[in-house]
């Protein structure tokens, strides 16, 4: 496991021990070879449902999440964090090991889970809160409240059968945050909501978080786990690999999903007649000297490329360009830009052309074609590969624009 400490920790300090402990949790599932859908088949096949493949959603995972703490639990699809949160809410019981959780529990976890589609939204909002922990008085007092907070007044007598998706997601989020829970488990069906109500439910764990409420929130938003986590930890097939600072947490998520991604083909493309000179190789390097095709976005990296002399050269111009996916160059580099000499080389000689830069592009693929060319009045191309090597970005949030550059915002009153 990977223990990725923050320079400063943030987390809140429990004094009275965790609000949840998961002690050596692990969760399997039987799934049986062969499924009847009839009585015949069961008679004729009695003995073929006795085998089965064993699937180890979660495989033993232990960590203590103090009080007021906002702690996301971050993996991909399949990784087993959605068995995890309801291991937690009690949906599943775990396979070994134990959960402690101090304090009433709310989960939000599943769309639809708890609501009867038959019923409206005000028997619904009644029911649900009442078997979260609400009386019937208390929940009949925040019904006004709840439905405020969902938008959903014009549709209180309108059965749940008739609701949107987006709409049911709305009324259990604000069920989920009206009941005065000390442990809060939310899933990531919040992106099922609007932008807008999304932003209201961001502003509500801002709220939450400002209480001291314990939340558990499970997401592939990367931007949201460094936005309102204290703590996080990646999770990959079944197993935690990875535990600590939020955005360390995001740039690891980030790198393991994108590494499962194969590069799109690119089409290459040779230009020069490679008489005096050859590019024989292109790759990337990260800052650590470790040859790459995934970078998260910022950090600082080379492109480089391998040239093999043919015949003897003097100072030939040597330089690359980066190109976006859909070819729009975004980056060029070339010693005859700076008028530099680059040397004299004799034929059998191999050098490597090395450009280090601060990679604060926008998240994406991106493809690297060096040239070497002749030096003179006019550059003769020798060896010109196009999109010779591919680099996948990611990045853990979103500006809209090609770039992120470092920035200062000030603002006066005139």
Same mark, same amino acid.
């Given at each position: 496991?990977?223990?990725?400490? !923050?320079?400063?920790?943030?987390? !809140?300090?429990?004094?009275?021990?965790?609000?949840?402990?998961?002690?050596?949790?692990?969760?399997?599932?039987?799934?049986?070879? &062969?499924?009847?859908?009839?009585?015949?088949?069961?008679?004729?096949? !009695?003995?073929?449902?006795?085998?089965?493949?064993?699937?180890?959603?979660?495989?033993?995972?232990?960590?203590?999440?103090?009080?007021? @703490?906002?702690?996301?639990?971050?993996?991909?699809?399949?990784?087993?964090?959605?068995?995890?949160?309801?291991?937690?809410?009690?949906?599943?019981?775990?396979?070994? =090991?134990?959960?402690?959780?101090?304090?009433?529990?709310?989960? +939000?976890?599943? *769309?639809?889970?708890?609501?009867?589609?038959?019923?409206?939204?005000?028997?619904?909002?009644?029911?649900?809160?009442? /078997?979260?922990?609400?009386? !019937?008085?208390?929940?009949?007092?925040?019904?006004?409240?709840?439905?405020?907070?969902?938008?959903?007044?014009?549709?209180?007598? #309108?059965?749940?059968?008739?609701?949107?998706?987006? /709409?049911?997601?709305?009324?259990?989020?604000?069920?989920?945050?009206?009941?005065?829970?000390?442990?809060?488990?939310?899933?990531?069906? #919040?992106?099922?909501?609007?932008?807008?109500? %999304?932003?209201?439910?961001?502003?509500?764990?801002?709220?939450?978080?400002?209480?001291?409420?314990?939340?558990?929130?499970?997401?592939?938003? /990367?931007?949201?786990?460094?936005?309102?986590?204290?703590?996080?930890?990646?999770?990959?097939?079944?197993?935690?690999?990875?535990?600590?600072?939020?955005?360390?947490?995001?740039?690891?998520?980030? %790198?393991?999903?994108?590494?499962?991604?194969?590069?799109?083909?690119? %089409?290459?493309?040779?230009?020069?007649?490679?008489?005096?000179?050859?590019?024989?190789?292109?790759?990337? @390097?990260?800052?650590?000297?470790?040859?790459?095709?995934?970078?998260?976005?910022?950090?600082?990296?080379?492109?480089?490329?391998?040239?093999?002399?043919?015949?003897? /050269?003097?100072?030939?111009?040597? =330089?690359?360009?980066?190109?976006? &996916?859909? =070819? &729009?160059?975004?980056?060029?580099?070339?010693? %005859?830009?700076?008028?530099?000499?680059?040397?004299?080389?004799?034929?059998?000689?191999?050098?490597?052309?090395?450009?280090? +830069?601060?990679?604060?592009?926008?998240?994406?693929?991106?493809?690297?074609?060096?040239?070497?060319?002749?030096?003179?009045?006019?550059?003769?191309?020798?060896?010109?590969?196009?999109?010779?090597?591919? #680099?996948?970005?990611?990045?853990?949030?979103?500006?809209?624009?090609?770039?992120? *550059?470092? &920035?200062?915002?000030?603002?006066?009153?005139?």
């Amino acid at each position: 496991m990977i223990d990725a400490v !923050p320079e400063k920790d943030s987390t !809140p300090v429990a004094t009275a021990g965790p609000a949840v402990k998961v002690d050596a949790v692990s969760k399997t599932f039987r799934l049986p070879h &062969q499924r009847y859908s009839t009585l015949k088949e069961r008679v004729l096949h !009695p003995f073929a449902s006795r085998t089965f493949d064993e699937l180890k959603a979660v495989q033993d995972i232990s960590v203590e999440i103090a009080p007021g @703490e906002f702690f996301g639990i971050v993996g991909r699809n399949g990784s087993g964090k959605s068995t995890l949160l309801k291991c937690l809410a009690g949906i599943y019981s775990v396979g070994t =090991g134990s959960i402690t959780i101090e304090g009433r529990l709310s989960p +939000f976890i599943e *769309l639809g889970v708890g609501f009867n589609m038959d019923l409206t939204a005000r028997e619904n909002v009644i029911i649900n809160a009442t /078997m979260l922990g609400l009386s !019937p008085k208390q929940a009949r007092s925040r019904f006004d409240e709840i439905i405020a907070f969902a938008g959903l007044e014009e549709f209180v007598d #309108l059965k749940l059968k008739n609701y949107s998706s987006g /709409m049911a997601v709305r009324l259990a989020f604000s069920i989920a945050i009206e009941v005065d829970a000390d442990v809060l488990l939310v899933d990531e069906v #919040l992106a099922v909501g609007d932008a807008a109500f %999304q932003h209201k439910c961001y502003q509500e764990f801002e709220r939450l978080k400002a209480e001291g409420k314990t939340i558990i929130f499970v997401t592939h938003d /990367m931007s949201a786990v460094e936005r309102f986590c204290h703590r996080a930890m990646l999770i990959e097939k079944g197993k935690m690999v990875a535990l600590g600072a939020p955005r360390e947490i995001a740039r690891a998520y980030n %790198q393991l999903n994108f590494a499962g991604i194969v590069h799109d083909d690119v %089409q290459e493309g040779r230009h020069g007649d490679q008489k005096s000179a050859r590019i024989t190789r292109t790759w990337f @390097e990260n800052s650590g000297w470790e040859r790459v095709d995934t970078l998260s976005q910022g950090e600082f990296c080379f492109g480089l490329f391998e040239v093999e002399f043919l015949e003897d /050269m003097q100072d030939p111009i040597v =330089g690359w360009a980066l190109h976006t &996916q859909s =070819g &729009q160059t975004v980056m060029a580099a070339s010693s %005859q830009f700076e008028r530099a000499a680059t040397g004299s080389f004799k034929a059998g000689e191999t050098v490597v052309v090395k450009i280090g +830069f601060s990679f604060r592009f926008t998240a994406g693929q991106y493809s690297l074609s060096p040239v070497i060319a002749r030096n003179g009045n006019a550059a003769d191309v020798v060896d010109e590969r196009e999109h010779a090597a591919t #680099l996948l970005v990611s990045a853990t949030r979103s500006t809209g624009g090609l770039v992120d *550059l470092d &920035q200062v915002m000030e603002i006066k009153r005139a």
